[in-house]
């Protein structure tokens, strides 16, 4: 039977009080306009595809925005992390009826057995946090053999650039300059070349999409398979 639950916990850099998250959540599904409600439907498109679900799956979601990711995997058991109190109450409301567990803190503090989920899910996350590399070599312990992780990323420069031009006249009143804003609070600048590098430290990317267009790629998604060296008879060999 589908059910909602909740497990307080404390990260180990605390749940500071984080409010910017949970206004661009409600922007993006509930209350932007229609071209940004177009945009995050692509990005949700995307990971759909490539999540690939199968019924009984397994599934992490690292960051819970405000549950529009998890609630597309009806067919499996979903497990939402996120330290920030105010987007699991978010997601909270917007999973009734999904077989979803919600548990605050983050992933380097919390003990899931490895290689326990069929697919990690990190999207729009990496780019806010001090020691991403950390995330990725965690994410790789905790997918299955056989299992993939999706991952998304803002292009930081391009980003940068369309924010200028729509928030300056005649555009700005158009578009959602509170949102547009949030990127002003990104750790990491990557390029997508720059991303692949990093993610390709720990995964083989199987595929990657820009969205919402080749040549507009304001963020890409990222289909990766975990490298890993399994003993053979003869000595070992990366999968």
């Known amino acids: ?13 605390g749940t500071p009080s984080f409010t910017a998250p949970a206004r661009a959540g409600r922007l993006a599904y509930f209350e932007g306009s229609l071209p940004l409600r177009w945009f995050e439907g692509e990005r949700l498109r995307a990971i759909r ?3 690939a679900e199968d019924p009984g799956h397994r599934i992490l979601q690292i960051g ?3 549950g529009h990711v998890a609630r597309m995997f009806r067919h499996s058991h979903v497990v ?20 979803v ?9 919390l003990r899931f057995s490895p290689r326990s989920f069929d697919r990690v899910i990190c999207t729009q996350v990496l780019e806010h946090l001090e020691h991403p590399e950390r995330v990725l070599e965690r994410i790789a312990e905790l997918v299955k053999p056989g299992g993939r992780a999706i991952v998304t990323v803002a292009n930081a420069p391009l980003s940068r650039g369309v924010k200028r031009v729509l928030t ?7 578009f959602d300059t509170e949102l547009l804003g949030a990127a002003g609070e990104r750790l990491h600048q990557w390029t997508p070349d720059e991303f692949r590098r990093l993610v390709s430290s720990r995964f083989h990317v199987e595929e ?10 304001l963020r890409v998604c990222y289909l990766c398979r975990v490298r890993r060296t399994e003993p053979l008879a003869h000595g070992r060999v990366e999968s």
């Open 101 to 109: 567990e919600l548990v605050q803190g983050d992933l380097e503090s």
């Open 49 to 51: 595809e490539l999540v």
């Open 1 to 13: 039977m589908p059910t909602t639950s909740s497990h307080p916990r404390s990260s180990s850099t």
């Open 64 to 66: 819970s925005g405000a």
């Open 208 to 217: 990657q999409r820009a969205l919402p267009f080749a040549w507009l790629p």
């Open 168 to 174: 300056s006249p005649p555009l700005g009143w158009v």
């Open 80 to 99: 939402v992390v996120d330290s920030h109190p105010e987007l699991l109450e978010l997601a909270r409301r917007n999973l009734k009826d999904h077989d």
